[in-house]
């Protein structure tokens, strides 16, 4: 009979802070830029050149910390981890070793399972690393940094996790709050937030913990529960054959699903770092710790209570809205425009979120204007247009951003409300349907239906349906 | 690297030591560099030794010679596009970028 076994994960997430510039010197840390038009003698590590640290790197990082239920370390500071790699100009990395900002916090996931915490052992600041290219023709690499020196967090979770799905939950609460924070867009495609994670497998009741891998290079949640399945059934297959799990590095391959060891470093795990002379020490006083705290804007928990309590919202809607920061604040600044918060609801969870999934995207890429659709409401409940063109009209939103007042009318889809128009239009279907009509005289009710259809596909849709109906009934 | 080496209470730095420390710093040492490089490094640890012997019981670690601390820049960009500039720097330049040797993961 085989054993059975249960997986231990800890996560190391790095965040990209969405500051404007980089950790250490004025460089732009716009996304996409030119090679190298955004770097400096800092952070192209020049010699001689010094590094002045970003303060809001700092009050992120705390409020990431604070949200996190860490405790702040009062007296902080830099260290230099030494290695290296191209893409790592200075040879060193300036980062948090001995005195990270935040220590010993927990967040609260939610799974099938229940509600457990997950605890983190701390969270530093440090600065990203270039971009490599290889060029494969004229066999060398080329260097960018662009991202060289952009503030990342990292946060360093305990070995808590026993699954994929609270791997999955814990990262998905940790991207809600940074995103309801501001620090961070969280985007695992894009890398603004990137998840290793490191795993062992032990015999159920055994306590001292495996042997455990680091992986890395997963991009998107189902890459990431991918590689933790794959890996889990990798070292029980290793250890039901007798073998060893080796401590070390792997990379994952979405496309082929599986991982690789990358090149041993035998020796690079010797970063050598020392306190880094070229910054002074940190040390955050008992009121700036207070006036980031102050600072924390309303989370999803009290937010959703609140869009039940002030907007009337049913509980699984209010959850779905505030589960996106982004979608939350269209749907409030929608709301604030058309006062009817209810409508604005009803598109964001009928049809922006079909479109969103038909296309396979996150909240977070909804480009359209809440003023767009609070005016496609308003067109809407004025009567102006009719349930079939207003959908219509949000696809144009939801794909374009138009505003739907002038589209509306340079399309020529206003609902025509005109009786007489109208009637004519009705008069024609019920001479070109005699039969329909017999149907519906001799007590076929349902024939209506078939008329009311005839005469909006006449009117190419922008009839008045109801209107429709009325003269109908009363012209039969 | 395991327990450093001593032999009458001096550091003795083995030639698997300065090996491991030429290839973390990237040196290439001739046998003459070797040999002075292990007696400089001798020198410091005793001298190390000697600071180890003053009692700093109740003094606070000091984390750096300046008596400044929170020296920050506000969030503002003040760099523009300066990679004409900055690639003169560079050894070999290619497409905008800095040529190095090819690297495999």
Known sequence: MSREYETVIGLEVHVELATKTKIFCGCSTAFGGAPNAHTCPVCAGMPGSLPVLNKQVVEYAMAVGLAANCSITRHCKF?????????????????????????????????????????????????????????????????DYNRSGVPLIEIVSEPDMRSAEEVIAYLEKLRMMIQYLGASDCKLNEGSMRADVNLSVRE???????????????????????????????????????????????????????????RSKEDAQDYRYFPEPDLVPLVISEEWVEEIKSRQPEFQPEKMERYKREYGLPEYDAQIITGSKHLADLFEAAAALCKKPKKVSNWLMGETIRLLKEQDMEPEDIRFAPANLAKLIELTEAGSINGTVAKEVFEKIFEEDIDPAVYVEKQGLKT???????????????????????????GKEKAIGFLVGQTMKAMKGKANPGMVNKILKELL | MGELEKKQGKHIISDETIEYVGILAKLELSLEEKEHAKKDMEEMLDYIDKLNELDTAGTEPMSHVFPVNNVFREDVVTNGNDRENMLKNAPEVKDGSYQAPKTVE
């Open chain 1, 79 to 143: 260290d230099r981890k030494n290695y290296f790699y191209p893409d790592n100009p200075q040879n060193y990395q300036i980062s948090q070793l001995y005195l990270p900002i935040c220590r010993d916090g927990s967040v609260e996931i939610e799974t099938s399972a229940g509600k457990k915490a997950v605890r983190i052992h701390e969270i530093h600041m440090e600065e990203d690393a270039g971009k490599l290219i290889h060029d494969e023709r004229g066999d060398c690499s080329l260097v």
């Open chain 1, 204 to 262: 159920v009741g055994v306590e001292a913990f495996g042997t455990r891998t680091e992986m890395k290079n997963l991009n998107s949640f189902k890459a990431i529960a991918r590689a933790i399945e794959n890996e889990k059934n990798r070292q029980i297959d290793l250890l039901e054959e007798g073998k060893k799990v080796i401590q070390e590095t792997r990379r994952w391959d979405d496309l082929k699903e599986y991982s690789y060891a990358m």
């Open chain 1, 416 to 442: 025509v409300n005109d009786a007489g128009e109208l009637r004519n239009a009705i008069l024609q279907v019920m001479k070109d349907n005699p039969k329909s009509v017999e149907d519906y005289r001799n």
